[in-house]
Structure formats: C-alpha cells, structure tokens
C-alpha cells in the first residue's frame, strides 16, 4: 500500500476533528478525497504529510510510519496545500533551486530536475519573471512543480484548482493526469466535476468519519433508494392509471413532461401502458445520481 491509515484520530481541545478514520490507497491510485468544509480532510492531510501529529491511531506512507519514521515518510511524498506557500519575489527557476535545496538536491542533480519541472509542468513560457507576475494557473504550475522535484511516490494536492478560470482548470487536470501515470494521488476538492473527470475512487468523510468509499459508479448505485423517470407523453394521460404502476410512490406533471419516482425502474411497464392507452411517448429518460447528489445525501 502507498497509504495506510488506521484508526486516525485527532482531537483539538474538546473538538474530535477525526473519528477513527481509516483506510488505504493503492500505488497508481487518483483518490478523490471529499467532505464538507470542516470534516477533517486538511487535518488528515496535515497528518499524512508530517505537519501535525495524531491524537491516536497510525498513519503510514510507502510503508513508513508517520510517528517513529516521519522523515522517511516525507521524503516520498509531494505536497500542494490549498494556500500555495511561494516566494513571489523570487523568479521561476530560482525558487524552484531553492526548493530543490531545501529537499537535499545539490549541484547538476537539482538543476537537471528543475529543468525537467519546468519543461514537465508547462512554466516553460514564463520562467523569465517573478512568481509575482504569474496568474494563478501559473502560480499553481510553480507549485506542482516544486511538490514534484525529488519525484515522490505519493502526491498530496489540497483545493489544486480553486479560483481556477475554466481553462486554468482543464490545464491543471490535464497535469494531473500526466503527472499521476506512475504515482499514487490524494486529491482534495470540493468541485464535483473534478472528481469525476480525474478519480478512479472516491472517499468522502464527515464529522472526522468515513462514510464512503467506492468508485463513482459504485457510490451512485450503493444510494440509489429511488428511480426518477421523466417521460413526455402526447395526448390525454390519465394520471391514477400511472398511479397504479408498481413501485410509484410520486408523480409531477408540467404539461406534456411527467417526472415519476418510484422504487424500481418502470420504463418498460410505462411504455406497454403508453400502448394500451395509446398513448404517444416522444421521450423516456432514467435520470441518474450525480456524484453531487450522493455528496449531499452522505454529508447533510
């Protein structure tokens, strides 16, 4: 495992930020990591990466304990926190040695991986100015990049995207993905689109607690309590004969366009009644659980 976590809990003062938390990341994994503001999530990643310690339970990295092995840990890991902590007054190239410094990196060494950084994250364009000068989608590059040069195993990126454009955030996800080929990724966000576009699974937490976690596709089938099927009929529908369909439990009309709840999917007996009644169906859709929707479910 590149993670393990196990009984994590963090407790600061008569707050239980972290509920016993548990569970493990695969090498070559992109897990999305999700909760609502406040469930814990930068306290477990402050704790995976060595800022603070836990209250109880253990915590390990590419097998390192993050309480007796903490520096062995940290070297395998690269880290982006919600506030990128840069030098603004320092240019591209000489914050990245620095940085590079800083992780014991010397000489030819640190400059070939500061070179191949800026090549990699795409900062090519703009390493001739001050951090100062960069946009934000740069800015961000600047701190992937930093988090990348000694080429850890495990990557940490907390909110990598927010207060991204649209286009920044399709350059920073396509990063990502490039970047993540041969490393194990915990992405932190609160945008649902993210995560679905990025994450091969999902775990979300609450009050410090885990209450899911899956592949997207598994977390919408796991929640599903109820089917919603919306139908556009033609001509004069008789709404108890809908009624009497089997699992119907509400039914919403707005003119031609019907939504029916129902605890099974009715398409097909809707349709045979459709013929029965001739009745024209012009379209009949299942409509699915986004991944928000089960967000919000789990985490009300």
Same mark, same amino acid.
């Given at each position: 495992? /590149?993670?393990?976590?196990?009984? +994590?809990?963090?407790?600061?003062?008569?707050?239980?930020?972290? $509920? !016993?938390?548990?569970?493990? =990341?695969?090498?070559?994994?992109?897990?999305?990591?999700?909760?609502?503001?406040? !469930?814990?999530? /930068?306290?477990?990643?402050?704790?995976?990466?060595?800022?603070?310690?836990?209250?109880?339970?253990?915590?390990?990295?590419?097998?390192?304990?993050?309480?007796?092995?903490?520096? !062995?840990?940290? &070297?395998?890991?690269? #880290?982006?926190?919600?506030?990128?902590?840069?030098?603004? $007054?320092?240019?591209?190239?000489? #914050? +990245?040695?620095?940085?590079?410094?800083?992780?014991?990196?010397?000489?030819?060494? !640190?400059?070939?991986?500061?070179?191949?950084?800026?090549?990699?994250?795409?900062?090519?364009?703009?390493?001739?100015?001050?951090?100062?000068? *960069? /946009?934000?989608? #740069?800015?961000?590059?600047?701190?992937?990049?930093?988090?990348?040069?000694?080429?850890?195993?495990?990557?940490?990126?907390?909110?990598?995207?927010?207060? +991204?454009?649209?286009?920044? =955030?399709?350059?920073?996800?396509?990063?990502?993905?490039?970047?993540?080929?041969?490393?194990?990724?915990?992405?932190?966000?609160?945008?649902?689109?993210?995560?679905? @576009?990025?994450?091969?699974?999902?775990?979300?937490?609450?009050?410090?607690?885990?209450? @899911? $976690?899956? $592949?997207?596709?598994?977390?919408? &089938?796991?929640?599903?309590?109820?089917? =919603?099927?919306?139908?556009?009929?033609?001509?004069? =529908?008789?709404?108890?004969?809908?009624?009497? *369909?089997?699992?119907?439990?509400?039914? @919403? &009309?707005?003119?031609?366009? %019907?939504?029916?709840?129902?605890?099974?999917?009715?398409?097909?007996?809707?349709?045979?009644?459709?013929?029965?009644?001739? %009745?024209?169906?012009?379209?009949?859709?299942?409509?699915?659980?986004?991944?928000?929707?089960?967000?919000?479910?789990?985490?009300?």
């Amino acid at each position: 495992m /590149s993670i393990t976590v196990s009984g +994590l809990t963090k407790v600061y003062g008569s707050q239980k930020a972290l $509920d !016993a938390l548990s569970f493990s =990341v695969q090498p070559g994994e992109i897990l999305g990591f999700l909760g609502p503001n406040g !469930a814990g999530k /930068s306290t477990t990643m402050k704790i995976l990466t060595g800022y603070i310690p836990q209250t109880s339970g253990s915590a390990e990295v590419c097998g390192f304990n993050l309480e007796t092995q903490s520096l !062995a840990a940290r &070297q395998c890991i690269g #880290y982006l926190p919600e506030l990128n902590p840069l030098y603004t $007054d320092m240019y591209i190239k000489e #914050y +990245l040695l620095f940085t590079a410094g800083m992780v014991g990196m010397k000489g030819k060494s !640190a400059n070939d991986a500061v070179e191949s950084m800026i090549a990699k994250t795409g900062i090519a364009p703009e390493r001739k100015k001050k951090i100062g000068q *960069l /946009s934000k989608g #740069y800015k961000q590059r600047v701190g992937l990049a930093a988090a990348l040069l000694h080429n850890p195993k495990v990557l940490i990126l907390d909110e990598p995207t927010s207060g +991204l454009d649209p286009n920044q =955030v399709v350059e920073i996800r396509n990063l990502i993905k490039e970047i993540a080929k041969d490393k194990t990724v915990i992405f932190s966000t609160h945008i649902m689109q993210e995560v679905e @576009a990025l994450c091969s699974r999902v775990i979300i937490i609450n009050k410090g607690k885990l209450v @899911a $976690d899956n $592949d997207i596709a598994g977390l919408q &089938q796991m929640m599903r309590k109820h089917y =919603v099927v919306k139908a556009e009929i033609k001509g004069l =529908v008789d709404k108890s004969r809908l009624e009497k *369909l089997k699992g119907v439990n509400a039914i @919403a &009309q707005h003119g031609a366009l %019907w939504q029916i709840t129902s605890t099974e999917d009715i398409r097909e007996s809707l349709a045979m009644l459709a013929q029965e009644q001739q %009745w024209i169906i012009l379209s009949l859709q299942l409509e699915e659980q986004s991944l928000e929707d089960v967000f919000q479910t789990l985490t009300k």
